[in-house]
């Protein structure tokens, strides 16, 4: 038996289709391929860099699934049934909308597959696939390590994706990770991180925990742990971290560089309607904590959410400029995105503020990085260009020379500075590529 692994690039550019440079390994296809029993070939298509090909022989095709890749998603699903090919499809967009990829797959997979791959390859090898599988969602299932041999070749970033817990007990209303979750957290065992750390060649790490500090006790067992293993990791974490002296100092002994950091908005009423708790009891408190991150010479990647109903398009830039002033490593300007299953999604909706007939990720006239959905005190195109104004001005020569000068964080060791200098201009590659990109290729 052959099973094809797939993660779908997001669309096409004029002259093709979307390549990433900054691709990470595609975490949870690992884990599948780590969990197919033993005599079952696999192998893994990466859209983002491979020309798949649909004629290859193959005896079951999984896709993993996302919003923005939903419609590439379903052309790929699409090609491969014409072949008389099974697919089957999971993710969190597949476990928000499944009837909607039920229309483009033989078996959809909700929530999370690991106890049951075994069952969906037996199925699958017998004949009698089944319509709908659900997995529920919670505690990593212990010893699904990744198979990382799938992604020998791929040119991928080199760090390696490891996950310690899942989900985030925080509420912020525009966020997929909170309600597929419940708003619950769940952490793996601690030796068996380590035994997956261990049984890897590579001691740079990207932990791809929504929250890898949502439970700061779980937390510190973890950071405990990597001390002796002489790692260096990345991942994200919430600004409460900042709170805990015994947590920040095991971040920095643990072999932590930074992390990125969700300051969503800098104003209280944004923060407020948003629900996020963490950002709102700490909002007139955010220098101190950034003096905390610097004095511990930990780099930050600031993410921002953009269009809330108190923004406007002269206090995004002032944002812009108030993160370029912190000398922020990175930082992401994203468009509030209203994304199914989320609170966020059924507020707009009974509003009647969504956009593209609220299926914007299947919109052909849908771009990458555009509102979807009306602002209250600007228009979609006047946020969808405020947005891109903020990369533009935060990825400018001038800004980049400007926030690398920070002795405390970029400039604190030489690995913190050759990580600024080769990920910056990366970055910004990446961003300007993407803007505007038509998702899907057909």
Same mark, same amino acid.
């Given at each position: 038996?052959?099973?094809?692994?797939?993660?779908?690039?997001?669309?096409?550019?004029?002259?093709?289709?979307?390549?990433?440079?900054?691709?990470?390994?595609?975490?949870?296809?690992?884990?599948?391929?780590?969990?197919?029993?033993?005599?079952?070939?696999? &192998?893994?298509?990466?859209?983002?860099? =491979?020309?798949?090909?649909?004629?290859?022989?193959?005896?079951?095709?999984?896709?993993?699934?996302?919003?923005?890749?939903?419609?590439?998603?379903?052309?790929?699903?699409?090609?491969?049934?014409?072949?008389?090919?099974?697919?089957?499809?999971?993710?969190?967009?597949?476990?928000?909308?499944?009837?909607?990829?039920?229309?483009?797959?033989?078996?959809?997979?909700?929530?999370?597959?690991?106890?049951?791959?075994?069952?969906?390859?037996?199925?699958?090898?017998?004949?009698?696939?089944?319509?709908?599988?659900?997995?529920?969602?919670?505690?990593?299932?212990?010893?699904?390590?990744?198979?990382?041999?799938?992604?020998?070749?791929?040119?991928?970033?080199?760090?390696?994706?490891?996950?310690?817990?899942?989900?985030?007990?925080?509420?912020?209303?525009?966020?997929?990770?909170?309600?597929?979750?419940?708003?619950?957290?769940?952490?793996?065992?601690?030796?068996?991180?380590?035994?997956?750390?261990?049984?890897?060649?590579?001691?740079?790490?990207?932990?791809?925990?929504?929250?890898?500090?949502?439970?700061?006790?779980?937390?510190?067992?973890?950071?405990?742990?990597?001390?002796?293993?002489?790692?260096?990791?990345?991942?994200?974490?919430?600004?409460?971290?900042?709170?805990?002296?015994? +947590?920040? &100092?095991?971040?920095?002994?643990?072999?932590?560089?930074?992390?990125?950091?969700?300051?969503?908005?800098?104003?209280?009423?944004? +923060?407020?309607?948003?629900?996020?708790?963490?950002?709102?009891?700490?909002?007139?408190?955010?220098?101190?904590?950034?003096?905390?991150?610097?004095?511990?010479?930990?780099?930050?990647?600031?993410?921002?959410?953009?269009?809330?109903?108190?923004?406007?398009?002269?206090?995004?830039?002032?944002?812009?400029?108030?993160?370029?002033?912190?000398?922020?490593?990175?930082?992401?300007?994203?468009?509030?995105?209203?994304?199914?299953?989320?609170?966020?999604?059924? &507020?707009?909706?009974?509003?009647?503020?969504?956009?593209?007939?609220?299926?914007?990720?299947?919109?052909? =006239?849908?771009?990458?990085?555009?509102?979807?959905?009306?602002?209250?005190?600007?228009?979609? =195109?006047? +946020?969808?260009?405020?947005?891109?104004?903020?990369?533009?001005?935060?990825?400018?020569?001038?800004?980049?020379?400007?926030?690398?000068?920070?002795?405390?964080?970029?400039?604190?060791?030489?690995?913190?500075?050759?990580?600024?200098?080769?990920?910056?201009?990366?970055?910004?590659?990446?961003?300007?590529?993407?803007?505007?990109?038509?998702?899907?290729?057909?």
């Amino acid at each position: 038996m052959h099973i094809s692994f797939i993660k779908p690039t997001l669309g096409r550019l004029a002259d093709g289709p979307f390549r990433d440079e900054a691709r990470m390994e595609p975490l949870n296809l690992g884990v599948l391929a780590g969990l197919t029993p033993p005599g079952v070939d696999v &192998r893994l298509w990466d859209d983002r860099i =491979d020309e798949i090909d649909h004629d290859e022989r193959t005896d079951l095709v999984a896709i993993t699934v996302e919003a923005f890749t939903a419609r590439r998603a379903y052309e790929i699903a699409d090609e491969f049934r014409a072949r008389g090919v099974p697919v089957i499809m999971g993710g969190i967009h597949v476990t928000a909308r499944p009837e909607e990829a039920a229309e483009h797959a033989d078996s959809v997979f909700t929530g999370d597959a690991e106890a049951r791959w075994a069952e969906v390859v037996a199925d699958a090898h017998e004949g009698r696939l089944a319509p709908r599988y659900d997995g529920g969602t919670g505690r990593p299932q212990p010893a699904t390590h990744a198979r990382r041999d799938i992604y020998e070749g791929k040119g991928y970033l080199p760090l390696s994706l490891l996950q310690f817990g899942r989900g985030c007990r925080f509420h912020c209303e525009y966020c997929a990770v909170g309600s597929y979750f419940d708003h619950d957290h769940h952490t793996r065992p601690v030796d068996d991180v380590v035994a997956e750390i261990q049984g890897g060649t590579r001691r740079d790490l990207f932990f791809v925990d929504d929250n890898l500090i949502a439970d700061h006790e779980a937390a510190k067992l973890l950071l405990r742990a990597l001390i002796p293993l002489q790692v260096r990791w990345v991942s994200q974490a919430s600004i409460d971290q900042v709170e805990d002296p015994e +947590l920040m &100092r095991l971040m920095v002994e643990s072999g932590c560089l930074g992390n990125v950091i969700g300051f969503e908005s800098l104003d209280e009423a944004n +923060l407020e309607q948003m629900g996020k708790q963490p950002n709102l009891a700490r909002r007139d408190r955010y220098a101190a904590a950034i003096d905390t991150l610097a004095g511990h010479h930990l780099q930050t990647w600031a993410a921002f959410v953009l269009g809330y109903d108190h923004d406007t398009p002269d206090s995004l830039l002032e944002q812009c400029e108030w993160a370029i002033e912190q000398h922020f490593t990175f930082a992401a300007w994203n468009v509030l995105m209203p994304y199914p299953g989320t609170p966020l999604y059924e &507020r707009l909706a009974e509003q009647d503020r969504l956009l593209y007939d609220g299926r914007w990720w299947l919109h052909p =006239d849908y771009r990458f990085n555009s509102a979807a959905f009306r602002p209250a005190r600007m228009t979609a =195109d006047q +946020l969808t260009e405020a947005a891109w104004a903020c990369r533009q001005r935060w990825s400018s020569l001038s800004s980049i020379v400007r926030r690398a000068l920070d002795r405390s964080t970029n400039m604190s060791s030489l690995t913190r500075f050759a990580l600024y200098l080769i990920y910056n201009p990366l970055f910004r590659r990446e961003a300007f590529k993407r803007q505007g990109l038509r998702l899907g290729t057909r």
